[in-house]
């Protein structure tokens, strides 16, 4: 997608091919800086840190760090039980985007198909070009799924404004391209049809405000920012005509584990009959895990994320404050779970499905006994 005019990818690999650059997300809307990585341990911190965060580019830099671990092995005594403590090490790095642990077994299981441990990097670095560009392509997939919805609702509205509510960014930032809830956006954007979007500024580290916002803005999409407890009130007022947030795990029964506050737009839209749509592609899914509620892992940040924040100040400087005195207790859940029967539907590579066990596995069924 672009950057002042110039395509981009939020992560890809150095021509030399020896390294992975990233666009590094905390620097983001204030500075555009890339980073270049050379080590699997340093995308792990890359992605513990969310210098690069959205569960699909999770998945892949998880698979790109397995191919620097092959490299890196190269050079070990032992280049198995090298590889062995990075698939562990890159696997656990983030607990709830199952989109990693897919990946990065995905990738493991490549590598695995020779004993010769030479060829290694080769046959890595292939599967997760190839394991990129499947994910890119699910995302355009996706995005002309969505289309289909928004273009219902266009002919309703007749020429009127169209308002689609998000919640952190499911945009190309968080997949490497496109994007999942973005992608039906960015598609009828390109049709001409007439989007606005509403931005949760998601809290705590402003995911929304930072790089939905940043995103739509370099695409010359009309948005607004709103603050997260905002969309209840804008739905009963008639100011929302969908939802469409990703999704960091989607159970088989349908159950989506989403950036924390995605259960309480669920919840309003609900009351406001207001369609509720999460865009995800099949390495979203977990299979193997019936129910979401009570199930999926979620992850607890540091508290640090709570009681700061940070902005840029007078002197073009990226400054952090606090925003309460020392020593009060806060608490850092990153997701929360949306029960299945709030989702209208999932937006896939494979059309809009319904979020249940039937369908899912009905649909994907290729992957249930995976
Ligand atoms: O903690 P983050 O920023 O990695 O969380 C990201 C989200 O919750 C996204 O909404 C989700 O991964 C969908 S990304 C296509």
């Known amino acids: 997608m672009h950057v002042n005019g110039k395509t ?29 990585i050379g080590t ?11 210098q690069l965060r959205g569960a699909p580019l999770i998945g ?16 070990s005594e032992n280049p198995v039980s090298f590889l062995e403590k990075a698939y562990d090490d890159i ?25 010769q441990y030479k060829e290694w990097p080769e046959r890595a670095l292939k599967a997760c070009n190839d394991f990129y560009e499947t994910e890119v ?26 308002n689609i509510l998000t919640h952190c960014n499911a945009g190309w930032l968080a997949c490497g391209d496109y994007g999942t809830a973005t992608a039906p956006i960015y598609r009828a954007h390109e049709m001409g049809l007439p989007i606005h ?4 500024e ?44 990703g999704a960091d795990r989607v159970a088989l029964n349908g159950d989506v584990a989403n950036k924390v506050g995605t259960y309480l737009k669920a919840l309003a ?45 007078d002197n073009n400087k990226i400054n952090t404050i606090s925003i309460m005195p020392p020593g009060y207790p806060s608490l850092n859940f990153a997701f929360d779970i949306t029960p299945a029967k709030f989702v209208t539907g999932l937006i896939t590579e494979k059309g809009i499905i319904e979020a249940s066990a039937k369908e899912i596995s009905k649909i994907f069924s290729e992957y249930v006994n995976y």
């Open 8 to 36: 981009f990818r939020a992560l890809w690999a150095d021509e030399n091919r020896k390294s992975v650059n990233i666009i590094n997300q905390t620097k983001l809307p204030f500075s555009f800086e890339i980073d270049n």
């Open 40 to 50: 699997y341990e340093g995308l792990v911190t890359a992605i513990k840190d969310m």
């Open 60 to 75: 892949v830099a998880g698979a790109y760090a397995m191919w620097l671990a092959c490299m890196e092995s190269q050079k």
């Open 91 to 115: 696997r656990t790095a983030r607990p709830t985007a199952v989109n990693l642990a897919f990946a990065v077994s995905l990738i493991y299981r490549t590598i695995k198909e020779s004993d």
């Open 137 to 162: 392509g699910n995302f355009i997939k996706i995005g002309n799924s969505g289309l289909e919805i928004i273009q219902q609702i266009a002919e309703k509205k007749k020429g009127e404004k169209i």
């Open 197 to 200: 979007v509403w931005v949760d």
């Open 202 to 245: 998601t809290r705590p580290r402003l995911q929304g405000a930072k790089l939905t916002a940043w995103e739509l803005y370099n695409e010359g999409i009309s948005f607004t920012v709103i603050a997260d407890n905002t969309g209840g009130y804008l739905m009963q007022e008639g100011k929302v005509d969908m939802v469409i947030v």
């Open 269 to 313: 839209a609900f009351d406001n009959n207001v369609p509720f749509y999460v865009a995800i592609p099949s390495s979203t899914i977990d299979f193997k895990l019936a129910e979401g509620v009570h199930h999926i892992p979620i992850e607890i940040r540091e508290n640090a994320e709570v009681s700061e924040i940070d902005g840029i100040n």
